[in-house]
């Protein structure tokens, strides 16, 4: 199948965990007592439960074989995958209902994991809320000042993460010092969800904040996969005409096929793919065919991979400012698509993924000067 536009360069994008709070997932029926560990993104552990990987064998055939096929058996691997496949990095990185969540709608800190104060957490119980707009659900930290919005949409690689283990520590503190309201789609996780659901959600929330702040500057923010999501919901937003002051995409998945346009995927050193502490390309196909599960066709649309969006679906997209580390299997699509856009590109040379803590004075930064200006 052609896509609108091929660049020089290639591979396959796939979606990228954020590195790692360790948040055990609740049942319905119980409540986890575990500790929430606040690690930072950028000092992430080495242990293999900690990366995002693919099955043993689809990791060999990477190693072993040519690394197009061995990345197109691995999306299609995801294709065939199951909500219990991505059960242990749910148990890893937090999840809809994890434990942060249930702290986050109690009404004293008392109720929260043991030995973490909601100050630990970076929550403040009278700025949050769980609002919905139809089918859609986010968590709202607005501090009494806000006069602005942003839409902060997690990673995960899809299949892990929520809102509230995302706020706590990504986001504790910006929404005060950038007098926003900040909302945080909760949405539903791969293989559940496919194709674009996720933006469907994070456009069903982009709508509600517009409707509480009719006359506010916005500004859409994602990491790793949820940079996926913010990148095609500002190419939705431009269509509609809603007026988008800056995107912010750090670490961002872009793309899901064409292995061979990034040299990223394919021309890793067998030491850098040794070192990798957090993402592997065969673990970024199997997420990417997770997502696409039973929506194949929807593989090189915009609103699934936002790198292969037309120049006429670019035209009138939001400003931005892409963030990257040297080392991660997704740097080469962040440089071409800011190539693209003509964004601000930063780029960290001593990281591995997601360097969103070390950047956050970076892209705080510009939020304020789009929101203020």
Same mark, same amino acid.
């Given at each position: !199948? +052609?896509?609108?536009?091929?660049?020089?360069?290639?591979?396959?994008?796939?979606?990228?965990? @954020? #590195? !790692?709070?360790?948040?055990?997932?609740?049942?319905?029926?119980?409540?986890? $007592?575990?500790?929430?560990?606040?690690?930072?993104?950028?000092? +992430?552990?080495?242990?293999?439960?900690?990366?995002?990987?693919?099955?043993?064998?689809?990791?060999?055939?990477?190693?072993?074989?040519?690394?197009?096929?061995?990345?197109?058996?691995?999306?299609?691997?995801?294709?065939?995958?199951?909500?219990? %496949?991505?059960?242990?990095?749910?148990? #890893?990185?937090?999840?809809?209902?994890?434990?942060?969540?249930?702290?986050?709608?109690?009404? +004293?800190?008392?109720?929260?994991?043991?030995?973490? %104060?909601?100050?630990?957490?970076?929550?403040?119980?009278?700025?949050?809320?769980?609002?919905?707009? @139809?089918?859609?659900?986010?968590?709202?930290?607005?501090?009494?000042?806000?006069?602005?919005?942003?839409?902060?949409?997690?990673?995960?690689?899809?299949? $892990?993460?929520?809102?509230?283990?995302?706020?706590?520590?990504?986001?504790?503190?910006?929404?005060?010092?950038?007098?926003?309201?900040?909302?945080?789609?909760?949405?539903?996780?791969?293989?559940?969800?496919?194709?674009?659901?996720?933006?469907?959600?994070?456009?069903? /929330?982009?709508?509600?904040? /517009?409707?509480?702040?009719?006359?506010?500057?916005?500004?859409?923010? @994602?990491?790793?996969?949820?940079?996926?999501?913010?990148?095609?919901? =500002?190419?939705?937003?431009?269509?509609?005409?809603?007026?988008?002051?800056?995107?912010?995409?750090?670490?961002? !998945?872009?793309?899901? +096929?064409?292995?061979?346009?990034?040299?990223?995927?394919?021309?890793?050193?067998?030491?850098?793919?040794?070192?990798?502490?957090?993402?592997?390309?065969?673990?970024?196909?199997?997420?990417?065919?997770?997502?696409?599960?039973?929506?194949?066709?929807?593989?090189?649309?915009?609103?699934? %991979?936002?790198?292969?969006?037309?120049?006429?679906?670019?035209?009138?997209?939001?400003? =931005?400012? /892409?963030?990257?580390?040297?080392?991660?299997?997704?740097?080469?699509?962040?440089?071409?698509?800011?190539?693209?856009?003509?964004?601000?590109?930063?780029?960290?040379?001593?990281?591995?993924?997601?360097?969103?803590?070390? %950047?956050?004075?970076?892209?705080?930064?510009?939020?304020?000067?789009?929101?203020?200006?």
């Amino acid at each position: !199948m +052609s896509r609108p536009w091929q660049p020089a360069l290639g591979g396959i994008a796939c979606a990228a965990v @954020g #590195a !790692m709070l360790a948040v055990l997932a609740l049942t319905s029926s119980q409540t986890s $007592s575990a500790t929430l560990s606040l690690a930072s993104l950028d000092a +992430s552990s080495r242990d293999n439960s900690t990366r995002l990987f693919a099955p043993a064998e689809l990791e060999r055939s990477y190693r072993d074989d040519g690394c197009v096929s061995a990345l197109e058996r691995s999306f299609e691997a995801g294709l065939e995958s199951s909500w219990h %496949s991505f059960s242990g990095w749910r148990n #890893a990185f937090g999840a809809p209902g994890d434990a942060v969540r249930v702290c986050a709608s109690k009404t +004293s800190s008392s109720q929260c994991p043991p030995g973490e %104060s909601l100050d630990d957490l970076g929550l403040r119980f009278e700025h949050l809320s769980w609002v919905r707009r @139809g089918g859609a659900e986010a968590l709202r930290v607005r501090p009494a000042n806000a006069s602005s919005v942003v839409v902060a949409i997690h990673g995960g690689g899809f299949v $892990s993460f929520s809102a509230a283990s995302y706020y706590a520590p990504r986001l504790a503190g910006t929404a005060a010092r950038l007098g926003a309201a900040v909302y945080l789609p909760e949405y539903t996780l791969a293989p559940k969800a496919t194709g674009a659901d996720a933006v469907d959600e994070a456009e069903a /929330i982009l709508d509600l904040a /517009i409707e509480e702040h009719p006359n506010a500057k916005i500004v859409l923010f @994602g990491d790793s996969a949820g940079g996926a999501v913010a990148a095609s919901l =500002a190419i939705r937003a431009a269509k509609r005409g809603v007026a988008v002051a800056l995107q912010v995409l750090v670490a961002p !998945m872009l793309a899901a +096929s064409d292995w061979g346009r990034f040299a990223s995927y394919c021309n890793r050193s067998d030491h850098a793919f040794a070192s990798s502490v957090v993402t592997t390309p065969p673990g970024l196909a199997y997420v990417w065919g997770a997502r696409a599960r039973g929506r194949e066709h929807a593989r090189f649309s915009a609103d699934f %991979s936002p790198f292969d969006a037309s120049e006429d679906e670019l035209v009138g997209v939001a400003p =931005a400012l /892409i963030v990257a580390s040297t080392d991660d299997v997704l740097v080469d699509e962040a440089r071409l698509y800011a190539d693209r856009l003509g964004a601000r590109y930063v780029e960290y040379a001593d990281l591995q993924h997601d360097p969103i803590l070390r %950047s956050r004075p970076v892209w705080e930064a510009a939020m304020r000067d789009a929101l203020t200006s």
